[in-house]
């Protein structure tokens, strides 16, 4: 249930944003989930609901957009999206959820097997944009 | 893009005391067998500690306290693995015993997830082992983590001093709060070569540690309950000493 420390990372930046511009209602902001790290929604949802109680802002204003991971090889500059890499087995899988650059651990490049690569989107969460009322 | 993890790191950090990175400029001067004599008997005199391996390239702060690793528990976050009163957090308990190839950018943003994810019970001092020279770790620490103070080995070699120094005067420019320099794997006490280096930047030097043959087996064998050989105990808690009551004029350092 880690996914309860990025919940309580994404309401700490919108009430700071909200703080910083004059408290003014908070209108909707986006959250793009990273597919690499596996976030199981539901409990991302659930930790920002439980979170969220005697907040400025309610759960409806959240709205969430997978991103998905591709990545670049230094060494042979071939690209490859995340489901294209399926040989990660539980184990893996669970230590990039935790902490994705464990998966420069344990991904080589599908093309040369280089392991220098870098991931080019979709690591885990962030906040595209928060939207507050003008007035 | 915003990143949500920079709004939770001092909150993540609030029931830490004192955060002392235990670095050095050069590689094998023993950073992480300080970091670890000191986590070890901090633990042992009774004050909460907490040891972070930032040296995620060359973790082996959990081969030296013989820690077993395992995925953290998960409890709004992750918990540090638990071993008496010392915490323990590690990029090695997802890699285990893999390379851990990063370019610079990933070891940000794996310093920046671990903090923003570990949930930390109250200690007071917690250590963190750096790896070797002045890059994305140093400055990562400057940046996210509130008052550290960096904690510099050095050895009596006249290479290695010579390249501490480049880090000494950095962190002097940048005034860095600096705990002190251990001197270790001293032969001989009759050198003031590395007082002198201190002095120069405004620090003193907490002591020396001995060179010991086998120091890693036997720290491994001191954290499963044998002791450490006098002298080397008797240096170790020495230093030990001098960061806690300097902690505890500045900072309210409490004996545990």
């Known amino acids: 249930m880690h996914e309860w420390a990025l919940a309580d990372a994404v309401i700490a930046t919108v009430e700071r944003i909200y703080e910083e511009n004059g408290r003014k209602r908070v209108l909707s902001v986006q959250v793009l989930i990273g597919e690499l790290q596996h976030i199981e929604m539901e409990v991302f949802s659930t930790g920002l609901q439980d979170l969220l109680a005697e907040r400025p802002f309610s759960f ?53 097997g280089s392991p220098d690569f870098v991931l080019l989107k979709g690591r885990g969460v962030t906040i595209k944009s928060v939207e507050l009322s003008d007035d | 893009m915003i990143d949500p993890r920079l709004d939770v790191i001092d909150r993540r950090l609030e029931p830490v005391g004192r955060i002392i990175p235990v670095s050095s400029a050069k590689g094998g001067v023993g950073k992480s067998v300080c970091a670890a004599l000191l986590a070890q008997s901090f633990a042992r005199q009774g004050y909460r500690t907490g040891l972070l391996d930032l040296d995620f390239q060359g973790a082996s702060a959990h081969l030296l306290l013989d820690i077993e690793l395992e995925f953290p528990e998960e409890e709004s976050g992750i918990k540090p693995l638990r071993t008496g009163n010392l915490d323990f957090m590690s990029f090695a308990a997802f890699s285990r015993e893999h390379a851990v190839p990063l370019r610079g950018s990933a070891v940000s943003q794996a310093m920046l997830e671990l903090m923003a994810i ?109 002791t450490l050989p006098d002298k080397l105990a008797n240096a170790v808690r020495s230093v030990s000493a001098r960061i806690a009551s300097a902690g505890a004029s500045a900072n309210g350092l409490s004996s545990g």
């Not at chain 1, 991971?69 to 087995?89: Q, V």
């Not at chain 2, 032969?187 to 590395?194: A, L, N, V």
């Not at chain 2, 405004?202 to 064998?221: H, K, Q, R, W, Y």
Request: aromatic share 8%.
């Open chain 1, 60 to 112: 409806d204003v959240f709205h969430f957009e997978t991103d998905k991971a591709s990545f670049r090889c230094n060494a042979c500059g071939s690209e490859w999206l995340l489901d294209e890499h399926t040989e990660l087995g539980e184990e893996e899988l669970e230590a990039i959820h935790f902490l994705p650059e464990a998966a420069h651990v344990y991904m080589r490049c599908p093309e040369c």
């Open chain 2, 118 to 226: 570990t949930i930390w019970d109250p200690l007071e001092i917690l250590l963190i082992d750096m790896p070797p020279g002045i890059g994305d770790e140093i400055f990562d620490v400057l940046r996210y983590l509130r008052d550290p103070e960096f904690l510099v080995v050095t050895t009596p070699s006249s290479l290695v001093r010579h390249v501490v120094e480049r880090l000494l005067a950095m962190l002097s420019e940048l005034r860095v709060s600096m705990s002190g320099v251990i001197e270790n794997m001293v032969r001989s006490d009759t050198d003031t070569q590395t007082a002198e280096l201190a002095s120069r930047y405004g620090t003193t030097v907490l002591g020396s540690i001995p060179f010991v043959e086998g120091i890693e087996d036997l720290l491994a064998a001191a954290s499963r309950g044998k």
